[in-house]
């Protein structure tokens, strides 16, 4: 049998990976499922990612093998998805992978039924047996054989599995809104998790612990805590100087292998970038550290110069693996030196300071001899020259080989967080080209994401939206992304479009007896269980970022529905915060605004450029108050509800600070302001 290509016209470049495989792929949708219960067979539901380093290699071994997409074309019916377009299908089955299990991880592997039911689980198989692991073979015979002779079985089991499923109260609300003694356990938490020695939190691997690094510095803005701002600036700072970090072309890979930060799973992802740019520039914003500045920086050019696509948004990631130079495609394989390598490229001198200050050794930190660089030397002073026209050097040479491969769907949810880290650093460092990167990225999100009832599509590509609606995250993340825009530019159409998202999240997504949110909308397609899980993984949680948005949204508008419908998702911040403090940063960083208000800044004066109204705008924008929102304009404007009734003082720019429905007198002073909104 000839596989039709039921691939080649989808967006995602995941699912154009496996276009031209010899398995059968369908993708999710009715007709897979029509198809198996026309054929009566089960079905193969195999879940990844473009940046997968496993999703690759299983491919490889067994999906690209035509005696294995022989037998699967005969007795399955396979769909492949990408979990990065559709998170709700990949959270629904991960659910199960996990209380069947014990673990998850991509690839997943799952059979189902014809009514999507899931009776056998797995990540990735082998094509041979190893480390006790059967092989896919042997998984797909397996299978087959249970099917065809013990039906009644199977059916039974998916059954049982379906009904635990439906039945899984995951959500675990309390009553009222977290307050000092459930804030004060979440960093007692942290304390005890904390890597003192490394920085960062448990053990290997190590994952950037961004939300919780944001809840961490708001924290100490808000009780002057010294304990939460050391543990955020040791792990910015172990993380930027190892090998996690990119110390040539900037960005941070997904995570550390090891303790120590040195390997890293070297794929690139563009929300923990734009997470940590946020993350840096904030630990600038209250500490004035340069090496935070830096990072901040390098890693916003590094979202505008390698994600950023023709349309204007930013693609999604890029891949652990490239080509090493002899055809073959190894992870790391563009990121790594030796010692020779270096001295070849250098000259001995200049190569072998390059080896000193990167961590290259002779017997390599990384896998053959080869070493990530890192910047281990934290007491030596080098040369700032002599390191440039190094750095210079070696960056060209890299840039020569061959780069690996970009997931350039762009998806909703991240372009959001893209769009508020680009827009606040832009701000803080006076680039206002990062700025201008945050509009066009938000601009992008209006015309291709957003249609004319407010209902957002998760992806696009190549300027062509997607067939898959936006989940609960994509409306939080991106009102988000909105809101920062409105602070920095003054421009209150991305206000009224973060109201138009939020208005969804209040009428789509949210449980109207419970106030608990769902990952998907009411009128999103019925899966075997409504997704619904308020902890942080990777990104924040969708709950999270709906109720931190929604705060900041309350604050500008003084919108009571918005306030009480934060208030009432913070409940579970309440109730996992003491517990699970490292799974639920964000809304710890979100209970933390509403505890210190948030504040209400309003900055009026001629115009924005007027120098004066821009040295409050800036000293409004630099404030530490956790969650403060500022709204710039002139007297009486219309493009922010806080602007109205707020007149120059004396014909002098003026700035209004309000909090808990008390406002304090105007100021024209950026000093008095920097007072005011808690400042030294």
Same mark, same amino acid.
């Given at each position: ?12 470049? *995941? ?5 031209? %495989? ?50 699967? %074309? ?23 992978? &996990?209380?069947?299990?014990? &673990? ?7 059979? #189902? ?14 094509? !041979? ?14 299978? @087959? &054989? ?72 708001? @924290? ?12 955020? =600036? ?45 993350? *840096? ?89 080869? /070493? ?26 890299? =840039? ?33 080209? #990062? ?32 067939? %898959? /609606?936006?989940?609960?995250?994509? *409306? ?29 999240? #209040? ?10 949110? *769902?990952?998907?909308? /009411? ?8 997704? &619904?899980?308020?902890?942080? %993984? ?23 529905? @918005? ?81 109205? @009734? !707020? ?29 005011? #909104?808690?400042?030294?």
């Amino acid at each position: 049998m000839v596989p039709m290509n039921r691939l080649a016209d989808v967006t995602s470049p *995941y699912l154009l990976q496996h276009a031209d %495989n010899p398995v059968d792929w369908y993708p999710w949708g009715p007709e897979a499922f029509e198809e198996a219960r026309r054929r009566d067979v089960p079905i193969l539901l195999s879940v990844g990612y473009s940046a997968c380093h496993w999703c690759h290699v299983m491919a490889h071994e067994s999906f690209e093998d035509q005696a294995t997409a022989d037998y699967l %074309n005969e007795n399955f019916v396979s769909v492949k998805v990408d979990r990065e377009e559709r998170p709700d299908v990949d959270a629904v089955y991960m659910e199960a992978v &996990q209380a069947a299990t014990g &673990q998850g991880g991509w690839p997943m592997t799952v059979f #189902l039924t014809p009514e999507a039911e899931p009776f056998y689980f797995g990540t990735y198989f082998p094509p !041979r047996p190893r480390h006790g692991m059967p092989s896919f073979p042997q998984v797909l015979e397996g299978v @087959h &054989q249970a099917w065809e002779g013990r039906r009644d079985e199977v059916t039974e089991v998916a059954g049982k599995i379906t009904r635990d499923l439906a039945q899984r109260e995951i959500v675990q609300q309390a009553a009222g809104v977290p307050g000092e003694e459930e804030l004060a356990q979440a960093l007692l938490g942290l304390t005890r998790e904390y890597d003192p020695q490394r920085g960062g939190f448990g053990g290997a691997p190590k994952f950037p612990p961004s939300m919780a690094l944001e809840f961490l510095l708001r @924290h100490h803005a808000r009780t002057g805590s010294e304990g939460a701002l050391q543990m955020a =600036s040791d792990t910015c700072e172990r993380m930027a100087r190892g090998g996690i970090y990119d110390q040539l072309g900037g960005g941070f890979a997904r995570y550390s292998v090891d303790r120590d930060w040195v390997v890293p799973h070297f794929e690139k992802m563009l929300y923990d970038n734009a997470l940590l740019c946020r993350v *840096y520039a904030h630990l600038w914003r209250a500490t004035g550290s340069d090496l935070a500045r830096r990072i901040a920086l390098e890693t916003a050019d590094f979202l505008v110069g390698e994600l950023r696509t023709e349309e204007g948004g930013f693609a999604s990631a890029l891949d652990a693996d490239s080509d090493d130079g002899t055809g073959k495609h190894v992870e790391g394989a563009y990121y790594v030196w030796t010692p020779e390598h270096l001295r070849a490229l250098l000259g001995d001198a200049d190569g072998d300071l390059a080896a000193e200050y990167f961590g290259v050794t002779d017997e390599g930190t990384f896998e053959h001899g080869q /070493s990530v660089l890192q910047l281990p030397q934290a007491e030596r002073v080098f040369d700032a020259d002599r390191i440039a026209s190094v750095k210079k050097r070696m960056l060209a040479e890299r =840039s020569g080989r061959p780069a690996p491969g970009r997931d350039d769907k762009v998806v909703a949810a991240w372009n959001g967080l893209a769009v508020a880290a680009l827009a606040e650093a832009g701000a803080y460092f006076d680039r206002p080209d #990062l700025v201008e990167a945050a509009v066009a990225a938000a601009d992008h999100l209006v015309r291709v994401h957003l249609d004319e009832h407010g209902h957002l599509t998760r992806t696009s590509r190549d300027g062509r939206a997607g067939d %898959n /609606s936006g989940v609960l995250e994509d *409306y939080a993340d991106v009102a988000e992304g909105f809101l920062a825009l409105a602070s920095v530019t003054g421009e209150g159409v991305w206000l009224d479009f973060a109201g138009l998202l939020l208005d969804q999240v #209040l009428t789509r997504f949210t449980d109207p007896e419970s106030g608990a949110l *769902y990952d998907t909308a /009411s009128d999103a397609e019925q899966l075997i269980r409504r997704p &619904q899980d308020p902890t942080d %993984n990777a990104t924040p949680s969708g709950w999270s970022a709906a109720a931190a948005a929604l705060l900041s949204y309350a604050a500008h508008t003084g919108s009571e529905a @918005h306030r009480t419908a934060a208030e009432r998702a913070l409940g579970v911040v309440k109730a996992l915060g003491p517990r699970v403090p490292r799974f639920v940063g964000w809304g710890l960083a979100a209970a933390e605004a509403r505890l210190d208000g948030p504040r209400e800044v309003a900055v009026v004066g001629p115009s924005l450029t007027d120098d004066r109204t821009a040295a409050l705008h800036r000293t409004a924008l630099l404030a530490t108050a956790p969650g403060a929102v500022v709204a710039a304009g002139t007297p009486d404007g219309d493009e922010f509800p806080l602007l109205a @009734h !707020r007149p120059l003082v004396k014909g002098d720019p003026a700035a209004y600070v309000c909090r808990d429905f008390t406002c304090e007198a105007p100021v024209t002073d950026p000093d008095a302001l920097r007072t005011a #909104l808690g400042g030294p």
